[in-house]
T-cell receptor, first 113, second 109 residues
Framework: DGGITQSPKYLFRKEGQNVTLSCEQN?????MYWYRQDPGQGLRLIYY???????QKGDIAEGYSVSREKKESFPLTVTSAQKNPTAFYLC????????????FGPGTRLTVT | GENVEQHPSTLSVQEGDSAVIKCTYS??????FPWYKQELGKRPQLIID?????GEKKDQRIAVTLNKTAKHFSLHITETQPEDSAVYFC????????FGAGTRLTVKP
């Protein structure tokens, strides 16, 4: 299960606060992804990055921001503008683009009250 | 965006029986179709995948079939065991990344 890590596993925040979720990989993968998982729904893409210093919005990017300053790292910030931030967040990486196997991190469960 | 429909949402089978999960996609540019298994509280793990130039792929008790014309693909698990109990996700990847909503499979001993 090694290679891609997320921290922390559980995160609690008050409404109105920004929070940053960490994602690191040592697989030398070019592409990295952030997904949100809600009960009864499939994974929904928030942001993805094919290469360092470049990233694209996914289907539900509003209220989120990312950066890709290093190949190994793709942190996700959940801003106060995200209306319903409580969810399970999964980070993934792949060797190339979407046509390659994605390896998932263990996830971060964020609870905002 | 265009979705992936996955059915059924829950599936309960007796140990030793077969289980079939079906997905339908709409983006004709999709060319990679992985299936993931996710146990409670854990990360999704790839169990099998198929590319658009292949119609069927098998790995021991697991098989996937793809019908590009009809835009649907299926996961088949034979001789199910209690440890197969989990949520299974399909995905259709290409220009977009679309995942099905998941199927909760329960294998009763």
């Amino acid at each position: 299960d090694g290679g891609i890590t997320q921290s922390p596993k559980y995160l609690f925040r008050k409404e109105g606060q920004n929070v940053t979720l960490s994602c690191e990989q040592n697989l030398n993968h070019d592409a990295m992804y952030w997904y949100r998982q809600d009960p009864g729904q499939g994974l929904r893409l928030i942001y993805y990055s094919q290469i360092v210093n470049d990233f694209q919005k996914g289907d539900i990017a509003e209220g989120y921001s990312v950066s890709r300053e290093k190949k190994e790292s793709f942190p996700l910030t959940v801003t106060s503008a995200q209306k319903n931030p409580t969810a399970f967040y999964l980070c993934a990486s792949s060797m190339g683009g979407a046509s390659y196997e994605q390896y998932f991190g263990p996830g971060t469960r964020l609870t905002v009250t | 965006g265009e979705n992936v429909e996955q059915h059924p949402s829950t599936l309960s089978v007796q140990e030793g029986d077969s289980a079939v999960i079906k997905c339908t996609y709409s983006d004709s540019a999709s060319n990679y179709f992985p299936w993931y298994k996710q146990e409670l509280g854990k990360r999704p793990q790839l169990i099998i995948d198929i590319r658009s130039n292949v119609g069927e792929k098998k790995d021991q008790r697991i098989a996937v079939t793809l019908n590009k014309t009809a835009k649907h693909f299926s996961l088949h698990i034979t001789e199910t065991q209690p440890e197969d109990s989990a949520v299974y996700f399909c995905a259709a990847l290409g220009n977009d990344m679309r995942f099905g909503a998941g199927t909760r499979l329960t294998v009763k001993p």
